[in-house]
């Protein structure tokens, strides 16, 4: 069996009355590629930001590795190894492709905070990034400005930015959000070249690349989790069909 | 570079920081030759308009001050409206100790001013920086209207209104005698102040954490989430802004041998906020542009209508505002890619 490197303990989050994540146990393995589904307003945004210390649970814990990592802040779990993309672009618009892969580099091999060289003699950081936007086939727009490209390679820089990180757990909230179709093939062969020990959580709508992707899938409804198991298992489940898939009914019912 | 350096590396390597994106940031800090301008202009008005003197180190002054601003707001994002503080602070401390006779020595005196603004900039910024947009900009004028407050109550100390006059200053290097009445000392004296301070921003601007900054500025949500300490380095670039205002302050007491509320009030930080905003902030040579316009504008337009001559800069800013959302600079940087582009196309 494979290790479980992040896990939750009974994570519950209120907002006044409101549940949105109730009393969640949750594990992802080493190289998983796990996804997360549920209606709208089924809380997993909000679960995500409980994993990246966006959020504080109200109780409950999480751990990475073993370790409690509850009480760290969003800044000290990247650099223990937990990195997340956005559902809406969140890139530094004014600069090209390959300076925003650099912050990310220069920030986890702590250049960042250096002040008396130019950053262009951190060759080491620049050529990586550039290895980045290679592998994710961007190479010719490392030059433009990121709020000149066309969404979906907008999506694929948001990948990079992650990616740039070196993570052991990479969150990945809807990836493929605003994608056209005709596209967004482009964003699952990215998902697909990740390297395979990174433990990956997908919140996605589209089915087709919840079905194409994941190994194992959650279903969130109400704040709790509400079934869990292969993609196939799920897809047959009645209950989750009722819940969920049952108001499209069909997997390419989304895209 | 010999020809053995490639042959040395893996081919692939070389090609990755060969190509135009990376040279582009391999290259970017590499001085221009058009940057010697600005200190050309300088040394030809010190050459050519002996009568300037006076009018230049103020503009020197002004340039040093909207430069510190632009590292907080045009680099950072700090929206600030209370520069004004550090300034003040600034130009209170070579006040003070030159007043009581305890120090009028000018460069260490910049010094001592520049760690008075820092203190404040590091106090105010560790309380300030918690929260952003017009909670920001309302706190930073509140900080700045707090000093010029207690600085009139303490008017046993610091002459309120009336300011301290007559500050007697140490010849410069023990040499040149510094006062008003020596343009020429005042004049290179400033100059020299600003192109050291000016190498300092240039450098940092360009350096990891200068880029750390402008990441912050274009999406600070993004910045948390990369993992970087977004709160130290917004306090650290705001206490760096602050003793650079504080520099810019000591100048001016030091070349006007007197300091009075003036230093620390809206007026000022609303100056040096549209002298920035005139000549193109995040662009490190805005300040310049922005200086020179708005001196050169108030100076010649208020001896032609001495009573209207700030209606002639209401309607440039609003032109600027208009037609040019990046200043003086950016509008320049707007053409020349039109014409870069058309170049290329025909």
Redesign the interface.
């Known amino acids: 069996m494979t290790e479980t490197r992040l896990e939750t303990r009974a994570l519950s989050r209120h907002f006044g009355a409101l549940t949105a994540v109730q009393a969640i146990d949750f594990k992802l393995a080493t190289g998983a590629r796990h996804a997360l589904i549920g209606p709208n307003g089924a809380g997993k945004t909000t679960f995500v930001n409980l994993l990246t210390g966006v959020l504080r649970p109200t109780h409950g814990h999480v751990l990475l590795g073993g370790c409690d990592i509850t009480d760290k802040a969003q800044a000290e779990r990247v650099k223990l190894g937990i990195a997340r993309t956005f559902q809406i672009n969140r890139l530094f618009r004014g600069l090209s492709a390959l300076e925003n892969v650099c912050i990310a580099v220069a920030e986890r091999v702590g250049a960042a905070s250096s002040m008396i060289y130019p950053a262009g003699w951190r060759t080491d950081v620049i050529d990586e990034a550039m290895q980045i936007l290679e592998t994710l086939k961007l190479t010719d727009a490392a030059r433009r400005r990121v709020s000149e490209l066309a969404y979906g390679r907008q999506r694929l820089i948001e990948l990079a930015i992650a990616i740039g990180l070196k993570p052991e757990v990479l969150l990945l909230d809807e990836p493929a959000a605003g994608v056209p179709s005709a596209e967004s093939h482009i964003i699952l062969d990215a998902l697909e070249r990740l390297p395979e020990h990174i433990a990956v959580l997908i919140i996605e709508h589209d089915m087709d690349v919840v079905f194409r992707f994941a190994k194992r899938v959650s279903v969130m409804v109400g704040g709790a989790l509400f079934a869990e198991g292969t993609p196939r298992e799920i897809e047959a489940n009645p209950k989750v069909r009722e819940v969920y898939l049952g108001q499209s009914s069909q997997r390419s019912g989304h895209g | 570079m010999n020809a053995a350096a490639p042959v040395a590396a893996p081919a692939q390597?070389t090609s990755?920081?060969d190509?135009?994106?990376?040279r582009?940031?391999?290259?970017?800090?590499r001085v221009r030759w058009w940057e010697a301008l600005p200190w050309l202009a300088a040394v030809a008005l010190y050459l050519a308009f002996p009568d300037y003197l006076g009018f230049g180190t103020e503009l020197l002054i002004v340039i040093l001050f909207a430069l510190s601003l632009d590292l907080a707001l045009g680099y950072a994002g700090i929206i600030t409206l209370g520069h004004a503080a550090f300034f003040g602070g600034g130009a209170y401390t070579v006040g003070m100790l030159a007043f009581y006779g305890v120090w009028t020595e000018p460069i260490t005196g910049l010094v001592l001013a520049a760690a008075t603004a820092a203190v404040i900039g590091l106090l105010s910024g560790l309380v300030l920086l918690r929260t952003s947009g017009l909670t920001l900009l309302m706190l930073t004028i509140c900080t700045m209207a707090l000093m010029e407050q207690a600085d009139n109550m303490a008017r046993t100390y610091t002459g309120g209104f009336d300011g301290l006059p007559d500050l007697p200053i140490a010849p410069v290097f023990g040499l040149f005698e510094f006062n008003p009445l020596y343009a020429n000392t005042q004049f290179l004296y400033a100059l020299g102040v600003l192109f050291l301070c000016f190498a300092f921003v240039r450098?940092?601007i360009?350096?990891?954490?200068?880029?750390?900054l402008?990441?912050i500025r274009?999406?600070l949500?993004?910045?948390?989430?990369?993992?970087?300490?977004?709160r130290r380095?917004l306090v650290i670039c705001y206490t760096i802004s602050a003793a650079l205002a504080g520099v810019a302050g000591g100048l001016s007491a030091q070349t006007n041998a007197f300091v009075n509320l003036s230093a620390l009030d809206l007026d000022r930080a609303a100056t040096v906020l549209i002298v920035l905003i005139l000549g193109g902030h995040g662009r490190l040579y805005g300040a310049f542009i922005g200086a020179v316009v708005y001196l050169t504008l108030e100076h010649f337009l208020a001896q032609i209508y001495p009573t209207a001559w700030q209606l002639g800069l209401g309607i440039l800013l609003v032109l600027i505002a208009l037609f040019a959302r990046n200043g003086i600079l950016g509008l320049g940087e707007t053409l020349w890619r039109r014409y870069d582009a058309r170049r290329a196309a025909s």
């Open positions: 390597i990755r920081v190509h135009p994106a990376a582009a940031l391999t290259g970017r800090h450098t940092l360009y350096s990891p954490f200068g880029q750390s402008t990441g274009e999406n949500l993004r910045m948390h989430a990369v993992g970087s300490p977004v380095r």
